[in-house]
């Protein structure tokens, strides 16, 4: 049970990092500076990744109970 949620929670930090980085690399090439890219690739990401995160919360912890 212990390592199912480390392998579930690494995932999701990977997963959440790839779709980060992919994004940054679209935005690159629109010719913005390195930091404005790298802050707005963010934005866009954080409220995504939070809910499908949080989604992922309400799901298991009625396992838990």
Do not use: H, K, W, Y
């Not at 980085?21 to 707005?40: A, C, D, K, Q, S």
């Not at 995504?48 to 989604?55: D, R």
Request: aromatic share 4%; glycine share 8%; hydrophobic share 50%.
């Amino acid at each position: 049970m212990t390592l199912g949620g480390l392998a579930l929670a690494v995932g999701i930090l990977v997963d959440d990092a790839t779709v980060e980085i992919e994004n940054i690399n679209r935005l690159l090439p629109e010719g913005m500076p390195l930091r404005e890219t790298i802050l707005t690739g963010a934005q866009q990401i954080a409220a995504p990744a939070f809910v499908a995160t949080l989604s992922i919360c309400i799901v298991l912890c009625p396992s838990f109970s």
